[in-house]
């Protein structure tokens, strides 16, 4: 019986020990990949909520602020006056603040924004194509993208007021 229970042992922790292999390959390989800050912008295509086309591309020679955000995120919530106050305060400066919805249909967007008003352009991501493109697999993400169009600062999670403001500068002409 002792030597039975040592071989279903031995099996069982060298199978763990395959796994523990086998997850490390690939959380080397996937996970960490997707953790690493995009440091080029693409240019995408999206649609605003009146159904209008805008790309990277329109903001070219701008420095912006990017934010990754859904209607259901409390963080993404408690950012959105910040963004605001970013845009009325920098557009003037050649700043220009774009948020990015992530998969949600207009009428949840429209919905939430009738009761919170912003004023900067917000882009529709329904097949998360810009999404995947820069790597967000959580959100809130904030991306300071200067006017080479160089990715200068990615925050993860959700911004205070005066980190936006410090990167801010360094994206401001």
Known sequence: MKKRYKNIMGKAMLTILFLLLGY??????????????????????LEDLEGNQLSLEDYKGKGMVVNFWATYCPPCKKELPYFEKIYQEYGSQGVEVVAINVGEPVIAVNSFLSKNKVSFPILLDQDQ???????????PVTLFINSEG????????????????ENVMKIVH
């Open 24 to 45: 490390s390959v690939y959380a080397e390989i996937v996970i960490d990949k997707k953790k690493e800050p995009a440091d080029a912008v693409f240019d995408f295509t």
């Open 129 to 139: 194509q810009a999404t995947e493109a820069f790597k967000i697999i959580t959100l």
């Open 150 to 165: 160089e990715i200068v600062e990615k925050i993860n999670g959700e911004a205070s007021e005066q980190m936006l403001r």
